[in-house]
């Protein structure tokens, strides 16, 4: 497999900020586009705001039952940076992980805390892919941004000792400063409450751009100052702490579960494009081993592939010893079925693709990419553009 | 609403850009300032065409290494990058300390053969960057590995290593490299900032930390021809004067067989010895520590690939703390109840915390220090040299208003924080670099691998020693004896790539295997070459295939038992994936070498 030349890597490195494009002195990106059949990439689309919708009514639903809330088993901390968004945020950008199977699309994540890949996705997709029309995340953020204010103070927050987190982070913020947007990069510390406003560097803030997973912030030293600013509704946030509900892999198990809290047209949308996922339950320990093969046990707030147990990718005694962890925890837990991925040949050679759709505010806004040769995506995956055939 | 500013004043959105715009509370710091000190008005080159090098492209084209150069992969661009924030107030930086290293650089690389050899320069960043300089007059190719930002409230003045690649980019440039050419690491020595302190919400929390994976591995640079490291530091030139960072990584290059000289710039000049770097205590001993303590449901499969937002936030600094003596380490009962806790439902106890006593004193942190405690007009106009020395090792504040702990959940535990796999390691297994010592003496890897594996086959084919044999004859009989193995571990070597599998039988005995990648020390063997041996006789021969002992063991290895539980830590858990693995190469040893499943 041919992977960008050196050029592209340099533009890469430097026009879309993407430092890491070398992943165990190999690099990562491929170097021709992908080409899958334009009307599936439509249906991509479509499903994905499809399930945009579906999401927010989730979000509604879950705050509306305390007996939904608690379906979560979310840890007080969660629940308190839940409780304290007084007006619920929407979901302003998400992306989902979604599959070519023999059955159609497969969504099997949805990543609607902090997605990342935003300026890999724009690179790739101008660069190699040579579409940038149809990769608008950065358009949409920012119609997002000025949704009530023409010109506001953003905060990009993010974990500032590290680079990879840096990178999109300044991509976004370098976007937003040429259109006149005001935009700090900082960490959470870095946010001061003083009662009234929110400032960062002694500069008022009106949006938080926040690219630190909601579920580590309690471990901030100014996490109830930021909780009280969210109480206060001094703190907006993209997303909002409420977007952990849609984050978390339990929703699809809630989906599945409680299909009757959805029509029909969703309940469509759920069994067809949604693994049958389950609530890792002890209780069914015995069958979790018997059917191996076919599952999949994922930790609610897992990300890229982290605490993702395959069973077809151990043996029985293994399987057994990895449903330890699990059944230690299994408000923490959902399993979900196994699905084929199609691969998709390059160069000559088969790899599977995941492919990335980013929603803005409910609008489908492009793909971000990865493949692994072996349709196990980590962090080492390969990424590349797609173009429609 | 999409009002395009390119035509803007660089400088306002310069401003924009390093948070200082509006006037505001506290007041802001012009971000000229960031330049303002040791800034100089010519280049190296005595002209003015490091203003060409405020184009971030153009100063990644000076620095980065040729595309087909081996070293391209660790090159960062991170804070090259950096350059299109500050371009409006960019400018190149020498001070005297800078030009100082210069001379000692020159000196170095007049009186020193870096054939084969790496350098890693771990000085102040603009220090690092004049000794990239001057290497690379001698053929030497800088590597640019700073990897975070400067920033205008910036706990490490990165803007200083940034001025100096401005300074040296026109000579950078004007001196083209091989692709051949051996690498110079360029490392900014304050990265890890002051250990121990908490920073501030009015601080930039710029500080970071490299991993192994940032740089090459053994296999690397021997596939290379390199067998020497060179690390210039300003601590010492002995054992421990590697960056709490770098010492994991420096003993595993150190066990594979890289021989180490460490180099202290003094004046102009500088001192040297040869260094053996072994396993010491860091701040992120502790991460070690930790791995072992987590549930024995931990398996690396739970690998995580992306924990650094946890890690960072409730670790590293955290433990910076304890680790350096601030007031984390001579915490009391008094801090309260302990954070950290061994679930006695794990069933194991904790394992022991070497001299940072109990678990709970480990994890505590200062919180952040007052704002009084700074220089109200922020750190950088009147500021000594980026991070001086004293500043970077000395002790952790102890200004802290009080101690609070950190909630750790124990089955969060996480391995080390690694974005990319590095070498899993077991200490049980390092016996095995004796290898190493059957090198030729003194010549490149690379043209005595050829020789080396001859001379081991044929040792193992014909002229075993007594030793050797004895092995052989011993193993061969035991395992006629033995009716089942047990697989109780499988771990990689520091060795460049080898696997080593363990296994047990039921009269005591322990058998490893140890399988050699088919591309080792650069040279690629025509079949898949397994080595074993008894660890209790230490002694290593090869299995030879379609030898009686190959079919004896194929067939136990069929009927192995797996034993995730008796022996294996998390790192080296053997699976049934593995041992196929093991066995499809013992049963066609033309097999190409993929990596071991987990």
């Known amino acids: 497999m041919r992977m960008a030349a050196p050029e592209i890597v340099d533009r890469m490195s430097i026009d879309y900020l993407m430092w890491n494009a070398y992943v165990d002195g190999r690099l990562s990106a491929l170097a021709e586009p992908v080409a899958i059949p334009r009307a599936e990439l439509d249906e991509l689309a479509s499903l994905s705001e499809r399930f945009a919708r579906l999401l927010e009514k989730t979000i509604d639903l879950v705050l509306a039952d305390p007996a939904l809330l608690a379906f979560y088993g979310f840890k007080p901390p969660l629940r308190r940076m839940i409780e304290s968004e007084r007006a619920r945020l929407p979901i302003t950008l998400a992306r989902y992980d979604a599959f070519r199977t023999p059955g159609g699309w497969r969504f099997s994540e949805f990543n609607c805390d902090v997605p990342g890949g935003v300026h890999e996705g724009a690179g790739l997709s101008d660069l190699i892919g040579g579409e940038r029309s149809r990769f608008r995340v950065v358009e949409l953020l920012t119609e997002a941004l000025c949704r009530t204010s023409a010109r506001p103070s953003v905060a990009v927050c993010y974990a500032s000792g590290y680079a990879e987190d840096l990178e999109q982070c300044e991509f976004l913020r370098r976007e937003w400063t040429r259109v006149g947007i005001r935009a700090l990069l900082c960490n959470p510390e870095n946010l001061v409450w003083n009662g009234r406003e929110l400032r960062c560097f002694g500069e008022k803030i009106d949006v938080v751009y926040r690219f630190f997973p909601a579920e580590w912030l309690q471990e901030v030293a100014n996490f109830e100052d930021l909780l009280s600013a969210a109480k206060s509704g001094a703190l907006p946030m993209i997303n909002g702490f409420t977007s952990l509900i849609a984050q978390s892999k339990k929703t699809m198990a809630l989906w599945h579960e409680r299909l009757e809290l959805f029509d029909a047209a969703e309940r469509e949308l759920i069994l067809g494009h949604v693994p049958r996922s389950e609530s890792f339950r002890t209780a069914e320990l015995d069958r979790y081993r018997r059917e191996r093969e076919r599952l999949v046990v994922k930790r609610q707030f897992g990300r890229i592939g982290e605490e993702v147990l395959m069973g077809s990718h151990c043996g029985d005694e293994e399987w057994e010893d990895w449903l330890g962890w699990p059944a230690s925890e299994p408000h923490e837990w959902i399993v979900q079925e196994r699905f084929d991925n199609l691969p998709v040949t390059v160069d000559g050679e088969t790899i599977y693709g995941c492919f990335g759709p980013y929603v803005v505010d409910g609008k489908f806004a492009g793909l971000y990419n990865r493949f692994a040769r072996d349709g196990f995506i980590a962090f080492n995956a390969l990424v590349g553009a797609v173009v429609g055939a | ?598």
Request: net charge positive.
């Open chain 2, 1 to 598: 609403m999409k009002k395009n500013l390119r035509n803007a004043g660089l400088v306002s959105l310069t401003l924009g850009a390093l948070g200082c715009g509006e006037p505001a509370q506290p007041p802001a710091v012009n971000p000229q300032e960031l330049f303002k000190r040791d800034a100089v008005s010519a280049d190296s080159l005595k002209g003015e065409e490091w203003r060409k090098y405020l184009d971030a492209k153009e100063l990644h084209r000076a620095w980065v290494p040729p595309a087909e150069s081996p070293w391209r992969p660790f090159y960062k661009p991170t804070l090259i990058a950096a350059v299109s924030i500050v371009q409006s107030a960019a400018a190149p930086v020498a001070g005297q300390a800078t030009l100082g290293q210069e001379s000692a650089a020159g000196r170095f690389a007049n009186g020193f053969n870096l054939s084969d050899a790496a350098v890693f320069v771990d000085l102040p960043g603009e220090q690092s960057v004049a000794w990239g300089a001057v290497l690379r007059k001698v053929g030497v190719a800088p590597v640019v590995a700073i990897n975070n930002w400067p920033h205008q409230n910036g706990l490490l003045r990165l803007e200083r290593p940034l001025g100096a690649l401005i300074y040296y980019a026109s000579a950078a440039a004007a001196s083209p490299l091989q692709a051949n050419a051996t690498p110079a690491f360029l490392l900014e020595r304050s990265r890890l900032g002051q250990k121990g302190y908490v920073a501030a919400s009015k601080d930039f929390d710029n500080r970071f930390f490299h991993t192994s994976t940032d740089f090459p591995s053994a296999l690397t640079f021997k596939n290379r021809g390199i067998n020497r490291i060179v690390y210039v530091n300003p601590r010492g030139v002995t054992p421990g004067s590697e960056e709490d960072d770098l010492n994991v990584y420096f003993t595993e290059l150190s066990k594979a067989g890289l021989q180490f000289t460490y180099v202290q710039p003094v004046a102009d000049n500088y001192e040297m010895a040869l260094v053996t770097p072994g396993p010491r205590e860091t701040i992120f001993t502790a991460v070690a520590v930790q791995e072992y303590r987590s549930s024995p449901y931990y398996h690396h499969h739970y690998y995580h690939s992306y924990p650094h937002y946890s890690y960072w936030h409730t670790s590293y600094w955290t433990r910076s703390s304890g680790a350096w003596g601030g007031s984390g380490a001579y915490s009391s009962g008094s801090s309260g109840s302990s954070s950290v806790y061994y679930s006695s439902t794990w069933g194991r106890a904790p394992p022991p915390l070497g001299r940072f006593g109990e678990g709970q004193r480990l994890f505590c942190f200062l919180l952040p220090v007052s704002c009084f405690l700074r220089r109200r007009d922020g750190r950088q106009t009147d500021d000594g040299p980026a991070q001086p020395e004293d500043r970077v090792d000395g002790p952790a504040l102890r200004r802290s208003r009080g101690l609070r702990d950190v909630r750790l959940d124990a089955r969060a535990a996480h391995p080390p924080p690694l974005r990319r796999r590095n070498l899993c390691l077991r200490g049980d297994l390092r016996h095995r670099l004796r290898l190493l010592e059957v090198r030729g003496g003194g010549g490149p890897v690379r043209g005595a691998v050829p020789l080396l594996l001859l001379l081991l086959l044929a040792t193992s084919c014909s002229r075993e020693s007594d030793a050797k044999k004895k092995a052989r004859e011993s193993i061969t009989k035991t395992l006629l004896q033995t009716k089942q193995l047990t697989y109780v571990v499988k771990g990689a070597i520091p060795d460049g790539g080898s696997i080593c599998f363990e296994f047990t039988a039921e009269s005591g005995f322990t058998l490893e295997v140890r399988a050699q990648p088919r591309e080792f020390w650069g040279e690629k063997s025509s079949y898949q070459v397994l080595w074993l041996s008894d660890p209790h006789s230490r002694e290593e021969f090869a299995l030879l295939p379609l030898s009686d002992l190959e079919r004896t063991l194929i067939g136990l290895l069929e009927n192995a038992r797996i034993d995730t539980e008796s022996k294996a830590d998390a790192y080296s858990k053997p699976s049934r994936q593995s041992l196929l693995w093991l066995l499809s190469r013992l049963k066609d040893r033309s097999l190409a070498w993929t990596s071991v499943p987990d």
